[in-house]
């Protein structure tokens, strides 16, 4: 895939309409990890709007996203910037190989009190 | 056979006739055979006990005579209204046909309507049709054993999809159960729509072709009303008695749908009482289903004083240009 | 009242108190929940893109059930409700998805999107009434200061989940004063505790959970109460000086159910 | 210009605020599109009866575009609305008597856009052309 | 049988070079009703229209065929040269055979069989064609102002000093609207009251101006220099022309709690009350809510401290109906509520205000007398933080908020900024903007300075969530610049909330039939050639009823609108256009379908008496064109299944002998 192609993948998958985007920054400022992320939402949507797109699928931002909604519902353009993180991610590691997580990282992160809810959601959003 | 007798309506007549609450009685007498059952209006119990008739045949809908009765009689006036014959009653009132005040209208229970042309088609020269629990008893000329036909085997087109709602806007109702909704009314445009329009073409081109211009599906059409209609009037530019060609039987139809579009309560009079057994409530219901689509779902009648969809917009409307590829999605 | 229940994996498991008591505090409102029976695992979170089909599944047999017995469905676990009511959504308003999961699943009963899909805390408010509990109320809670912690899942994507004012909710607080306790206010009840970033990353939800418990404990609370097992483990794992519990284990006490046998 | 050479004969509808003026605006900047085209002058687009779109068909007309003001712009504020239903309805009608969908066309046209009032005709003819004579819904009687 | 008489233009050789224009003639000799047919150079000349005019008298034509340019073009003139000869103007017709002919077409064959052709139609349709006349409406001459903002005093005072009389409907207790709140002004900062009040004199003195205030328009009918507005005059149980606003009923009220509107329920009034200082009419008003005498019954020390006698606790509302020939709209604005964005925490602190609030929190006779403090603990601000486009630019499916620009916060932050930091240089100001949108006159200048010299600190970001944790905001918000998530400990959040119309225009509008967008702003007759007036003939707009406008903007516009209204009631006559619906009572239905699509409510249903064949008496509903209103669409013609209503000058018929020739 060139990146024209992933670019509309990721439209397609995440039905998000970038050029809604007015840049105004408010699900950067409401987004809870924003510190850890090298890539900010409004850069992923303005980087998916452009085509920048093989810069942001190598970026460990991709993983640091907490799915909190916070972005969905604050933006006032309903531009919805976790759905393209999402959507990214998914393009990452529906490739061959490319799980962000295997159930061999597991038993090291795992402790007595962590429940199940964690793990399986983990799986979803590391795994394919 | 109807759940409700007809002397439960015609005692109910009676008794308000008898007491001056109304002054006449809008119903249903025998015609000429036992399956032409026709409106009838009475002045008296005398009357009504002689002739009303209330059974599987009293397809009728009252609800247009009232237009022409409280115009020029002077006195109240009783109706019986079957559950879609209200929505007639209510598009009418929308629209200021009838004075309300002069009407009385009691709901009548309707456990389904028989179609005389569906009996017919199996049996000549019918001398009686008794109607039994299960269906009808048909005499004819030429056989001492009566033939039998179920019920559903002659249920009325617009039966088949009984709207099946309550009745509305009603000064009383008649206690009773209402037949029940079945087939999707809109399976035969559906399936029209997804015709090519070489076999849409010939389809209605044999349709149409066989209309006689009675103007039959007009003068019994609820929503047919106008003073002077536009195929009678010399200066419409489209005025035209009978049909000559292809082209004037389709102009009369489209028209007339389209005048009836948004307001028409899919009564179903038309195909009804067409000699020509025209499906003519498929044009109709291709409009309805359009505007449903389209504009969202709009029942004529159903609320009276509503807007009815071709007096209305949005401005988000489809564009006619996006029509066609809208409803292929939809039908794919 | 009858509804059908989807505990979750969770409740069977880490959080056998949420289930519990959930369970205790229904019998003491005379509300019936009936398990659904061979219920599947949501999968945690849902997963937004219009492609994902096969993880949604799971979630719809759960609706299929509760439209079929015409009660509404229940759920108790944040993630799940949230998982479940996206979905819900999804399949009523994407034709694509919803053909597609109609025929992944190939079931006799074609699931129509008709079920109503209610969070526990949404059952109490809207099919109980909070005046209604507050009335069975045996032992209130009088003195204990109730921080309510909503967290992400309940109330966000707020165009699907509707369940309150994304922003300023009002529904825990007006269940903890029906139980006789005061609600304490703080900024942070509905911002993230980091979720299954623990997983990913100790250090992020140690400061997202941290920055919850703060602010909770500066408002003057002595119990933070959720309704979501990921959100309490990451709130003790984190050294929460307030104890974390879940709001049917509160329900229960002060309905009197605690300690009342299981069946 | 059509392939099978079919000269046909197209009836335009243009309201006289916006389409009326952007046809007019088309011959001042002498953009040409065929003479098949001829136009009706009415005062807005919802001036047009669908008796007279059929009457066109019937008299031998091969193709009816209507132009209005771009919804929204209306000179009368709501006619071109009432416009876009009646049409849609009506060309939905005709396609389902399995009349050619490509012979009925509404278009928006402000007073400014002359280029896209010559763009469609050019278009429009060259689609109604390619379909050739119109036998579905003609009336025989008004032919030469 | 009509005399036709067709007269072809070369116009040079911009028809004559692609168009045989004696072969035009000729061939239009043959067309039924054409008695004479002829070509000239220039029709549009002197000489050519004394060719018309000579034929006119000499063949005793009774309908004209011009085959010219445009009808745009033209049409008048010609009608004009026809009217000169003694025809009814509506009798020519014109075929436009230069820009829809010669123009566009390339060869003289195919220029030349089109030209015939819509000559044919022309000679068609004007055989069809009737004398129309232009038919006259009396113009009342005085005006409506709805709304007693700075727009509807503005319009109210240039049309009195006109010499009309005006009456300014508002539905407060006093004029003033949303301007006497404010505290300054941008870009210049003089004071709002300063150059407010003076006007509000002016118009309680003006002799041509009557302002009925607690007032609310109940009613409208009739049209353009004729409508008939139903007013209802709230009961104020105070007697306008004896009390003299002295205010000691208001000191006496026992009833201390009631949330004052003024200052945006950040104090308190009592239940009789004079919302301000300069309130005109400087009357009392007793609200009827709170009032323990109206309420219950018990009280009543205002009506026994008033000397004047002038509190009267039996009031009634009053219907006042009254005949205007021109109705302007100045509703006005009110800021949208803040619920849907409390990621703000509006609802949550007390500190989170709106930018109206902190108007009143500034101005000097506001609820801290000018005294820029926290509203929780009346403790100074050290910093603040201004959030911009609050429920501004929001997507349309995004459920809160409006899609537009509300054009004014830019500028008032700013303006608050520079006050702050002027007034208080210890005060951290920070502005989270998406842009600074700042055209006007001397607009961005004013902006400059506020960064520039007052230091105030402009973020390009938004905020995302306010904590109020203690007795500080936690604010997180980005700096889209520095790539940074910024964490600001404020005193204060000010929201520059979107701006919406008031309440009252959907109604009004829909009694006014004039046309709103989907935000409920009037629509302009043409956002450019029109700004002022509504579709509807007779109905004017000013101010930010039509849209979010500044002061400045406002009071050009309320001028304007004033000279329109001028403009009108000048005439003593309105002549109105012939080409109207008419309704034939014999087919007429009454079914109201024409009426509802009808966007200027020129019809109107009345029972009407028909004589039966058998003599009886009929009595049918049936429709009515007002033609003073009608402005000719024809939207009703096809709404009409029947086939009464048609168009004048575009009938049925003549445009289906149009078809007819066309296709012949």
Known sequence: MNNRQKQEEILRISGVNARKCMKCGKCSATCPAYDEMEYHPHEFVYMVETGDIDRLMASQSLYKCLSCFACVDRCPRGVQPFKLIEAVRLMNIRKQGNNHMTANDIPSILDDDMPQQAIVSAFRKYTK | MQKVTAKTLSGKAASLLNAGEVKYVLGWKKGEFDYDITPALFESAEELEKDFVWNDFSCANLSKYLIKYTRSLSGKILVFLKPCDTFSFNQLLTEHRIDRQKVYAVGVPCSGMADEKKIRENADGITAISETEEGYLVHTLYSDAPAFISKEEALLEKCLSCKGWAHIALDEQIEGEVFAPSADRFDQVKALENMTPDERYHFWQNELSRCIRCNACRDVCPACTCEKCVFDNPNSGVENKAAANSFEEKMFHIIRAFHVAGRCTDCGECSRVCPQKIPLHLLNRKFINDIDSFYGEYQAGLDEGSRAPLVDYDTGDLEPSQVFDWRDGQNA | MKVRYFPGCTLKNKAQDLDLFARKSALALGIEMEEIPMWQCCGGVFVSANDEVATKLSSIRALSDAEEHHSPLVTVCSACHNVIKQTNHQFNTDSAFRQKAVNYLASDTVYQGGAEIYHYLEMLRDLVGFDEIKKKVVKPLTGRKIAVYYGCLLLRPNSVMKMDDPENPQIFESLIRALGAESVYYPMRNECCGGYIALESKELAEKKSRSVYESAKSAGADTIVTACPLCRYNLLKNNSPLPVVYFTELLAEALGAKEDSNE | MPVNGYKPLIVAFCCNWCSYAGADLAGNNRLNYPADVKIIRVPCSCRVNPMFVLRAFQRGADGVIICGCHPGDCHYTSGNYFTRRRMALLFSMLDYLGIERERTRVEWVSAAEGAKFAATMNDFAETVASLGENKRLEDLRCKK | ?664
């Open chain 5, 1 to 664: 049988m009509q005399r036709i008489g067709v007269f072809v233009c070369w116009c040079g050789s911009n028809i004559a070079g692609t168009v045989d224009v004696h072969a035009v003639a000729e061939a239009l000799k043959t067309e039924p009703g054409v008695v004479f047919s002829t070509d000239y150079q220039y029709m549009c000349s002197q000489a050519g229209q004394n060719i018309i005019k000579d034929a006119i008298r000499d063949y005793r034509l009774t309908g004209v065929v011009v085959c010219s340019c445009s009808p745009r073009m033209h049409e008048v003139t010609f009608r004009k040269t026809a009217s000169q000869a003694g025809l009814n103007p509506y009798m020519v017709e014109i075929a436009n055979i230069r820009e829809q002919c010669s123009w566009v077409h390339k060869d003289v064959p195919t220029g030349t069989e089109k030209a015939i052709i819509l000559g044919r139609a022309a000679v068609a349709k004007v055989n069809l064609n009737a004398p129309l006349t232009p038919g006259e409406s009396l113009v009342i001459k005085r005006a409506l102002v709805i709304g007693g903002g700075i727009a509807g005093i503005q319009t109210a005072l240039d049309i009195a000093d006109a010499g009309f009389p005006v009456d300014i409907v508002e539905k407060q207790p006093t004029i003033g609207g949303k301007m006497a709140q404010l505290d300054k002004t941008f870009p210049t900062l003089d004071c709002a009251a300063c150059i407010l009040t003076p006007k509000m004199v002016d118009a309680a003195q003006n002799e041509n101006i009557r302002i009925l205030s607690y007032s609310e328009v109940e009613k409208v009918g009739g049209f353009v220099g004729n409508f008939e507005v139903t007013i209802r005059k709230k009961a104020r149980y105070v007697k306008e022309d004896i009390c003299t606003g002295c205010g000691a009923c208001v000191e006496k009220c026992p009833m201390k709690k009631v949330p004052n509107e003024f200052n945006l329920g950040m104090d308190n009034r009592r239940a009789v009350y004079i919302p301000f200082a300069q309130a005109v009419p400087k009357v009392a008003t007793i609200d009827p809510n709170y009032c323990n005498m109206l309420k219950n019954g018990k009280c009543g020390l205002c009506a026994r401290v008033c000397t004047a006698g002038a509190i009267d606790y039996t009031q009634k509302d009053e219907l006042i109906t009254e005949k205007y020939g021109a109705i302007v709209v100045a509703t006005g604005y009110n800021p949208i509520s803040l619920d849907k964005f409390d990621e703000f925490a509006y609802n949550q602190s007390k500190d989170v205000i709106s930018s109206l609030e902190f108007e009143r929190l500034t101005n000097a006779a506001g609820p801290t007398a000018g005294k820029l403090v926290r509203p929780s603990d009346g403790k100074h601000p050290h910093t603040i933080v201004f959030v911009q486009c609050v429920g501004s630019r929001c997507d349309a499916c995004a459920e809160k908020g409006k899609e537009y620009c509300s054009k004014i916060c830019c500028m008032y932050t700013a303006k608050h900024a520079m006050l702050t930091r002027d007034k208080y240089p210890d005060t951290e100001v920070y502005v989270f903007y998406i842009d600074v949108r700042t055209p006007g006159k001397n607009f961005d200048e004013f902006y400059r300075r506020a960064v520039e010299e007052y230091g105030v600190h402009y973020v390009k970001g938004m905020v995302g969530k306010v904590s109020p944790e203690g007795d500080t905001l936690k604010v997180q918000a980005s700096d889209l610049i520095s790539g940074k998530q910024l964490h600001i400990d404020a005193d204060l959040v000010v929201l520059a909330a979107a701006i919406e119309p008031d309440a009252s225009a959907r109604p009004l509008a829909t009694m006014l039939t004039a046309s709103m967008d989907t935000n409920d702003f009037f629509t302009e007759a043409h956002p450019k050639l029109r700004p002022v007036e509504s579709p509807t003939a007779g109905v004017f707009l000013s101010g930010a009823c039509q849209g979010p406008k500044d002061i400045p903007e406002t009071v050009s516009q309320a001028g304007a609108a004033a000279s329109k209204v001028i403009g009108l009631l000048v005439k003593d006559k309105l002549t109105t256009n012939p080409c109207v619906a008419q309704s034939n009572e014999l087919m007429c239905n009454g079914c109201s379908s024409c009426e509802l699509v009808c966007p200027y409510g020129a019809i109107t249903y009345i029972d009407k008496e028909f004589r039966m064949p058998d003599r009886s008496i009929q009595i049918r509903r049936v429709a009515q064109v007002n033609p003073a209103v009608c402005q000719g669409c024809g939207a009703c013609t096809v709404a009409c299944p029947s086939g009464a209503m048609d168009l004048n000058g575009f009938k049925s018929e003549q445009i289906i002998a149009e078809v007819d020739a066309i296709c012949r």
